[in-house]
């Protein structure tokens, strides 16, 4: 069985829709391990409560981004992490992590990319002025959340929105997409196409295809 490793920093509201569909058999995988870079992130009572194994590891503790991978691969690999969710781990990974995972590395994020990347995504559509925004679960590589794209939801905009509304009807489609996503990808439904300058020109990206 695929073991995953969720990655927090935060209320763990994804964690949570993890949780609950390997409770349910929606997802057929085994949570490996909870590590989170924030000790008083509510995730952790989650993780705790569902009796996974559950690890802080501080970043102000490291000297580089780098340095902390390496301790955050040294957990995943100690507990037989497979599939690595980024679930609202608010920290850009390195390639010491992407190489010990290749193409086993999600993400989630609150906007259809490639709008809205980095923090604070949910502010930035309601800056824009956008009518309709989402959310995104993808393969993480070096940028900040440039990805391959595996799937997308969307969401309306309403005239009356602030940035909490928002967050909620997002958060919603991210809970229902994430577990859906990663049973795809623990059922092999999921391949990374390298890109092909050749037949559409130049700039052509790494594209999933979900079969
Ligand atoms: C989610 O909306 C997730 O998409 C977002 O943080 C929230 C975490 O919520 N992630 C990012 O913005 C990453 N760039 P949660 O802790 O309740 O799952």
């Not at 996974?52 to 902390?68: E, L, Y």
């Amino acid at each position: 069985m695929t073991t995953l490793g969720v990655l927090i920093s935060g209320s763990g509201t994804n964690l949570q829709a993890i949780l609950d569909a390997t409770a349910k058999g929606t997802l057929t995988a085994k949570l490996g391990v909870v590590v989170s870079n924030v000790a008083t992130a509510k995730g952790l009572d989650r993780s705790r409560a569902a009796g996974v194994p559950t690890v802080v590891v501080d970043h102000k503790a490291f000297a580089d981004r780098a340095s902390f991978d390496a301790a955050l691969v040294k957990v995943l690999r100690a507990h037989g992490v497979d599939v690595v969710v980024l679930a609202g781990f608010m920290r850009l990974v390195t390639p010491t992590l992407l190489d010990a995972f290749p193409h086993r590395v999600v993400n989630v994020h609150p906007a259809l990319l490639p709008a809205f990347p980095g923090v604070h995504a949910q502010k930035q559509a309601l800056d824009y002025g956008v009518k309709l925004t989402g959310c995104t679960v993808h393969f993480v590589d070096a940028g900040t959340d440039t990805g391959p794209v595996i799937a997308q939801a969307a969401v309306p905009v309403k005239d009356d929105d602030d940035e909490e509304s928002l967050r909620a009807r997002i958060l919603e489609q991210e809970h229902a997409l994430l577990p859906r996503v990663l049973q795809w990808i623990v059922e092999g439904r999921v391949r990374v196409e390298s890109g092909d300058a050749g037949q559409l020109g130049a700039g052509r990206r790494p594209r999933v295809r979900v079969t």
